[in-house]
């Protein structure tokens, strides 16, 4: 009997073991590639760019100042407030004071959702009482395309949200109540669009009579939520407008649109088509194995949010390419637990061992076989987002002219290295572009080529017209421009007639590119 105990705990150290060395190894890989993605210019102002200027703002005192986004408002320098509830960054800007440097952002994402394996595994180990099983859920959580998506692309606090509320679900069915509470309130804290799912919850938790408390305490919390962030904190930082983003569903009849001709939003929006939404659903639930749909109850916390995502008119709400499917995956992979312990009930009959082996092969090849095609390591890889490209040094020698006070107006992918400052001006997204709040800028810094995320059908002319307007404006002089590339526009200091000519080769070249129709990228 010792021995035999002896060997038990041996078997349980080498499983933790291993399932920390997963868990590290992801952290690290994504924290490596996510700051590789930075350091050669790939990320984008949107959001990590967003992300660290407010949360800069914030730990200097200004809470949730920023000049970005601010298209539709009268005043450049406002509050972030008006377009997101996200109050978990007050917890993050501490740190942000110590190290002011969006990195530490990507380092935190990539720990954060690779933490999130272990209140999984926890779940899962206790639900099915089966450890192989419980790691193998672990892992294809961690390979997950649409987690590998979100770790990549940027930083959003709505990440934080997956191993928050993993952690609740596991606290709940621990009974550890504080834990359970703290766990909800701070993924609420990660964007106002959490109270979907955990009113959901609640209304799960409802239909269960030794829960019904629960249930209503959910219910209520996301409900004052709900009401605090649409109808009080939003209004008032917005100028008195409602929710911009409304307008992504304003199709619908129950929802005001008001935002409609006022916002960037209406300008980058488009309806989904069919094959794009089997697409979308077929990324998010081929890689479990279908398993989802026998795990009901989880599922059906999830199935509001999947609704909304469907119905939004932003090509982007229908892909796992992007932030959006963070609001299902925590409840994606409870639903797995949950239908691995439905199949594990037969195992007691030859058929139901049967049934609960091809649940887990389903998991197993489902995750496989959906990476071959949609891993976000290999496909950024292919896109060269994780290298440097050929004009990298422009890039760095024009920022180092730039003084760290200075008001900078970019484009997208050059803000997050330009965030830590008061103001800071996104040009080519979101549109429409304010030339009024370009003028406070001291700084202008262009890529005279990129104009991928110009929201038109003739990008390259639209982007030609925006810099034109620029350089026509009258009040800078180019403070570098190399290789036909990258140009940095300075806030002019004289009138001098190689100033002038220098703006004005600037502008030939610009229409060149116009009338060659040369391509957005590379």
């Known amino acids: 009997m010792p021995e035999r105990i002896s060997q038990f705990s041996v078997r349980k150290r080498n499983a933790r073991l291993l399932l920390a060395s997963t868990v590290a190894l992801y952290v690290v890989v994504f924290s490596v590639l996510s700051i590789a993605r930075y350091n050669t210019y790939h990320a984008a102002t949107f ?3 967003i992300m660290s200027q407010v949360t800069w703002n914030t730990a200097q005192g200004r809470l949730f100042e920023t000049s970005i986004d601010r298209a539709t408002n ?7 407030l008006g377009n997101h509830v996200r109050p978990i960054l007050l917890l993050l800007a501490p740190f942000y004071r110590l190290w002011p440097d969006p990195r530490l952002f990507l380092i935190v994402q990539s720990l954060a959702l690779g933490l999130g394996a272990l209140p999984l595994y926890w779940i899962a180990r206790e639900q099915t009482k089966d450890r192989q099983a419980s790691f193998i859920v672990a892992v294809c959580y961690l ?45 609420l804290a990660t964007k106002e669009e959490l109270v979907v799912p955990i009113g959901a919850w609640g ?5 269960r009579p030794e829960r019904r408390r629960l249930g209503l ?6 409900a004052l939520w709900a009401g605090l962030s649409f109808g009080l904190i939003i209004p008032h930082y917005n100028e008195g407008k409602a929710y911009r983003f409304w307008e992504l569903w ?37 890689p479990l194995g279908f398993l ?82 949609l891993n976000p390591l290999y496909l950024y890889a292919q896109e060269g987002i994780f290298g440097r490209d050929p004009y990298h040094d422009q890039i760095e020698t024009a920022m180092e002219l730039i003084p760290a006070e200075a008001g900078v107006a970019t484009i997208n992918r050059f803000g997050p290295q330009l965030a830590n400052r008061r103001v800071l001006v996104s040009l080519e997204y979101p549109s429409p572009f304010r030339l009024d709040h370009v003028k406070m800028a001291d700084y202008v810094l262009l890529d005279l080529v990129d104009c991928r995320l110009v929201p038109a059908k003739d990008k390259r002319a639209k982007y030609g017209k925006m810099i034109e307007e620029i350089l026509k404006v009258g009040q800078y002089r180019v403070a570098y ?18 100033a002038q000519r220098r703006i004005d080769a600037v502008s030939d070249y610009v229409n060149r590119l116009v009338e060659e129709g040369r391509p957005c990228w590379p």
Do not use: C
Request: overall charge neutral.
């Open 47 to 49: 959001d990590l760019g």
């Open 74 to 80: 009268t005043d450049l320098i406002g509050s972030y």
């Open 143 to 187: 390979a997950y395309p649409a987690l590998g998506f979100l770790n990549l692309v940027d930083f959003h606090p709505i990440a934080l949200s997956v191993p928050l509320l993993l952690l609740a679900y596991w606290a709940l069915e621990e009974e550890r109540t504080p834990l359970f509470w703290i766990s909800v309130v701070l993924a």
């Open 203 to 207: 209304l799960v938790n409802l239909l």
């Open 217 to 222: 305490g959910l219910l209520g919390l996301s």
């Open 250 to 286: 304003s199709h619908l009849p129950f929802l005001p649109s008001e935002a409609a001709s006022e916002g960037g939003t209406a300008q980058q929006i488009g309806g989904g088509s069919a094959m794009t939404i089997a697409l979308f659903l077929i990324h998010l639930f081929l």
């Open 292 to 373: 989802p749909f026998l795990g009901h109850a989880s599922l059906a916390v999830a199935l509001p949010s999947l609704v909304y995502l469907l119905l939004g008119k932003r090509p982007a709400l229908h892909s796992v390419g992007y932030q959006y499917p963070a609001v299902l995956i925590p409840w994606f992979f409870l639903a797995v637990v949950e239908g691995l312990r439905r199949l594990r009930r037969g195992l007691h009959s030859a058929k139901g061992a049967r049934l609960y082996r091809i649940g887990l092969a389903f998991l197993v090849i489902g995750t496989i076989g959906t990476n071959i095609p």
């Open 481 to 498: 421009w190399e290789e036909d590339r990258i140009v940095l526009l300075e806030r002019r200091r004289s009138t001098a007639e190689t």
